[in-house]
């Protein structure tokens, strides 16, 4: 089946999409269609290429991170989390292969996926069909689910408890159904927050940021900033990870506080001079 995968985002469409037609992800200002114009391939393809290749890391106990080289798309991390006899795939990546499938099976299978938002889509029910494991999605972002599949479980409200320990919690911002995945067991009790781009840590690895879309730099409004730094200072975590293996290992949570009132006070033009 020839299902063509955008170059540039790294999403799977379903066959029956166009190969001449612009990717619905990348034509909005959150992405970006690229200079070079639309660019497609099939996961088929990729692998008869030869040349790309998963690799997966141990990060801490119970938590891997599985990255594809040379990068591919928007060039996220995958994280598999191990907690007692659960095991989730928070965000995906595009590539999958025998070596990936044999690797993870050996670990333990996959029982759930969880997204954060449409960016890692990417070869999502290609992954759910080789372990069998739902994909659990926000309905608020039902509309830019490329491939559909009735696997795809779409989650309402404010926080779905996937295991005990283990929540998913809407938090909008950068997509209205954006997710962050807080693991209260993770790193020795202390407690994990997974983030996507949601919540992206910056250069400076104490702070975090917050855009509506990062490629063209358009910042959110203070308020929205405000609304999900208070869902965040509820949240069990001392350690946060981003979609780009970007990590604050100690002391997050202040982090995220700190890096929200930075930002709102940069948009009120209380921050600084101009
Ligand atoms: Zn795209
Ligand atoms: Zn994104």
Redesign the pocket.
Known sequence: MDRYICKTCGVQYENSFGKQKECIICGEE?QFISSNGQNWTTLESMIKEGKYKNTINIEHEGLYSINTSPSFGIGQTAYYIQDKDFNLLWDCISYIDEQTIKEIKDLGGIDAIALS?P?YYSSQVEWAEAFNAPIYIHEDDKEWVMRPSERIVFWSGESLELKEGIILHRIGG?FKGGTVLEWKNGDNQSGVLMTG?IIRVVADRSWVSFMYS?PNFIPLPAATVERISIRIKELKFARLYDAFHRVIKEEAKQSVQKSATRYMEALKGTLFNT
């Open positions: 959150r938002h960016h950068h781009d990062y």
